[in-house]
């Protein structure tokens, strides 16, 4: 299921053969054997060919207007049944469950025997709507699959008794990892690529001249990417060993993460090693071989495969399995995006880790072969497997949208010519790198990756902060994220609309904690430690090809609050609509803050709510989370902090006492232009000429309900009454102490219980229900003319 709107709604569809295909849609929850009269159908729509095996299309139900028949009903369901070159659901047996050995298991899209798929539509008030949203699901990541929950949400609320079924679901960024790869999943895909182009695909490696380097096994293996990636395509991602290349190797991941019918059984154990740990083949030429990760020489020479072995097969058989727990919930994620509308924008990790961080980053990659290679595959299966369903108006209409597909199509044809025929393709090529701002060209020609999904009440804008970015010098400054007057509309919203949701992949304010002090310590240990290792000889690191990566790298020093001039912009711009909601993703931790912010002398404040969830599966760094959660300085700043600041489109209107010493970062914030300073924390007589031209104040939000109304699962153990201190009775106090003292090490050390009030760590969705209550109560700005002292 993808764009759903009033006039019409689309599905996304990938089959092995060339397929025709029609939707047709029913009203309420139907069974497929007595559907009763349709709603409405799509005319034929025959698939687009992309690979031997390979078919992709978007089919789209049009209804009322000029296409006749009414419009979908706000928060109704429709049931929808699908035909394949005359097949339908039930003839596919894709409503009856199946549970084929070695393989995901396969669940009826109906949630019941019989049953077909459904949606509902968005609600006609604010109060009814019911929003999901996701990022960063990782195949070898840890924990369970958050998607997999929303899938039980589905299944309980299916009917939509209660209105709590999901209208819509955002997925906010790093649908896959691109870079992050299990070394055991990499054979399958590679293999899957190949099945579904009907050919092995060639790439252009810098430094092998001789010919096209063919995407398989033989030449470039599973674990030893790493070098070819951070030395010659001049990546910075860090776990890189099974790097995703070529277009098939893309496709395929999309499929596995999708669908449970793409699967062959991974080996495991001594056939696993077996398969992955073994010197290169005699076949590779000697210039492609010096450019893999050499791990004979690591550890020590020609007969240093098994020493390799000895020290990574443990690794690669625990990653295994957390890849199996990943695979097992595949078919519950391919019945929650069957009966959920689903709207979906990248991140980095689609192509690589630090996409386009910042214009030395493009300058050494886009100048590389390879580099160009890798993210024009990405993009490419981006285009097809994501953005295609998102707004398909925009690929269907002429423009650059349409074009990339057409390109696109005949890239993947070319490139599987000769080598000659392949570089006569060399202006489709170019047509694609200028689509995708890796070559100059006409801003027109650019594909347009952010949309809009106009609702009843409320209008959501999703913002592509990968593609048109703004970049200050050729060095490593942070971009602006978008041009916010392209992606933006106008305020205030119309046609009725309330609300305005923006899906910004990174988060527009996160905690301060992590944000203000632990970024930019972590970048400075980064900064250290890559100097420190780049006074030596890069060619020594046999076992770490590329080294460490710098500390703007590492830190991923591209957030909004990496540019403050660029996202006070967005928020004045976001404060025109007074109520605005943020979704994003990409932290690895989740959280709700709030933000107030006032124009000028305006007394009525617009609050700019942000909600994030991240991760879907990929834990946060756990020594980072065992820091927070152990050093009570850092928990107690985490919970009373609140961050406002005063700002000028100038210099600081501010005036210091005679005498008056303030630190030198806040002196220099003072003259910048835009001048963004703390409210708090000035000398006592200082004074203001000119009121701030705006205003701002940040809160984390943490759920305070009593421990009694959490759900059970979250509930502390509790203390029994025969456990309580009795401070008059000495001989109760030595067994109270240990009562305490078990309790408090069950939470400490238990899996079930962690804290969860105000910044979750654990993986997690996030399901968004309006009730108003923060949108209420807005604190009164502190007087213009005032500071903190």
């Known amino acids: 299921m993808r764009r759903v709107e009033a006039a019409a709604c689309s599905f996304w569809l990938c089959t092995s053969e060339p397929a025709t295909v029609t939707v047709t849609l029913y009203p309420g929850v139907r069974m497929a ?29 049009e209804l009322g207007g000029a296409n006749g028949g009414a419009p979908l009903t706000p928060g109704a369901i429709y049931s929808y049944d699908v035909s394949i070159n005359g097949r339908t659901l039930t003839d596919e047996g894709l409503l009856e469950d199946q549970n084929p050995t070695g393989l995901p298991r396969r669940f009826a899209l109906g949630y019941v025997s019989g049953r077909l798929p459904s949606f509902v539509t968005p609600a006609p008030t604010l109060d009814g709507l019911r929003i999901a949203h996701a990022s960063c699901r990782k195949s070898n ?41 299990a070394a055991c999943l990499l054979p399958m895909l590679n293999a899957l690529g190949i099945e579904l182009l009907g050919r092995e695909e060639r790439v252009v490696v810098d430094g092998v001249s001789d010919s096209l380097v063919r995407v398989n096994a033989t030449s470039l293996p599973a674990l030893r990417r790493r070098k070819l990636v951070r ?40 056939a696993l090693l077996d398969q992955l740990f073994r010197p290169l083949s005699d076949g590779v030429p000697p210039a492609l071989c010096a450019l893999l990760t050499d791990w004979e020489g690591c550890h020590g020479g020609r007969e240093g495969t098994s020493a390799w072995r000895e020290a990574r097969g443990a690794e690669v058989l625990a990653e295994r399995e957390r890849v199996i727990a990943w695979r097992n919930s595949v078919g519950r994620v391919a019945r929650l995006l069957a ?5 979906m924008i990248w991140d980095d990790h689609e192509i690589t880790d630090d996409w386009n961080l910042n214009q030395r980053w493009r300058n050494r990659v886009y100048r590389t072969a390879l580099g160009k290679e890798i993210v024009r595959n990405g993009a490419m299966a981006y285009a097809l497997f994501q953005a295609w369903g998102n707004d398909p108006a925009a690929f269907a209409t002429q423009g650059p949208n349409r074009d990339f597909l057409d390109d696109t199509a005949r890239f993947l044809a070319t490139e599987g010519l000769d080598d000659d025929g392949r570089r006569e393709g060399a202006n489709v090529i170019d047509r694609l790198d200028r689509a995708l701002g890796m070559a100059s060209g006409a801003p027109n020609t650019q594909v347009r990756w952010h949309y809009q ?14 593609t048109r970015r703004k970049f200050t010098g050729q060095g490593i400054a942070p971009p602006a994220l978008i041009d916010s007057g392209e992606q933006l509309p106008k305020s205030p919203l119309v046609d009725g609309r309330e609300l305005l949701i923006v899906v910004s992949p990174p988060p527009v304010i996160g905690p301060f904690v992590l944000e203000s002090l632990g970024a930019p310590l972590f970048q400075t240990v980064g900064d250290f430690l890559y100097g ?23 830190a991923d020093a591209e957030g909004w609050g990496a ?50 969830s991240s991760p879907a599966r990929n834990n946060f760094l756990s020594i980072v ?84 109304q959490l759900p059970a699962w979250a509930q502390r153990p509790q203390l029994s009454p025969e456990d309580e201190l009795v401070v008059e009775k000495p001989a109760t106090h030595l067994r109270a102490y240990r009562a305490i003292a078990a309790r408090h090490q069950a939470c400490a050390l238990g899996g079930g219980y962690r804290q969860l009030r105000q910044m979750v760590f654990a993986t997690n969705v996030g399901v968004l229900a309006l009730n108003g209550s923060l949108f209420n109560n807005s604190p009164t700005p502190r007087n213009g003319n005032e500071l903190g002292i």
């Open 532 to 554: 420190g290792e780049h006074a030596a000889i890069r060619a020594e690191r046999l076992c770490e090809p590329g080294g460490h990566v710098t500390g703007v790298e590492g």
């Open 625 to 708: 989370e065992a820091v927070l959660r152990r050093h009570a300085l850092l928990e107690r700043y985490q919970a009373i902090d609140v961050p406002e600041r005063l700002a000028w489109k100038g210099k600081a209107s501010i005036v210091l006492p005679e005498g008056a010493q303030i630190k030198p970062g806040r002196r220099a914030r003072m003259r910048r232009a835009p001048a963004l300073v703390p409210a708090a924390g000035w000398p006592a007589g200082t004074t203001i000429d000119e009121p701030p031209d705006w205003r701002w104040r940040a809160r984390l939000v943490r759920d305070e309900r009593p421990e009694s």
């Open 339 to 343: 009966n959920v509308p689903t709207y």
């Open 231 to 270: 030395d010659v395509a001049r990546f910075s991602s860090t776990e890189c060993d099974n790097h995703l290349i070529g277009f098939g190797e893309f496709a395929a991941m999309y499929l596995a993460a999708w669908s449970p019918h793409v699967w062959r059984e991974i080996p495991g154990g001594e």
């Open 453 to 466: 999904v106009p609702g009843p009440r409320h209008l959501v804008v999703v913002l592509d902060t990968r």
């Open 33 to 61: 054997n007595n559907p009763g009269a349709p709603f409405a159908a799509s005319p034929p729509t025959e698939l687009r060919k992309f690979g031997e095996r390979l078919y992709l299309g978007v089919v789209t139900v």
């Open 141 to 181: 990541g840890d924990g369970p699959d958050a998607l997999a929950w929303l899938d039980d949400w589905t299944d309980e609320h299916f009917s939509n008794l209660d209105g709590e079924r999901i209208q819509q679901l955002f997925l906010t960024g790093d649908q896959i990892y691109a870079d992050d790869v």
């Open 563 to 612: 540019n403050e001039p660029a996202r006070e912009e967005l928020l004045q711009r976001l404060a025109g609509f007074r109520r605005a909601i943020v979704l994003s993703g990409d932290v690895h931790y989740a959280y709700t803050m709030t933000v107030d912010v006032w124009i000028g002398n305006d007394p009525n404040g617009a609050r700019v709510v942000q909600l994030t």
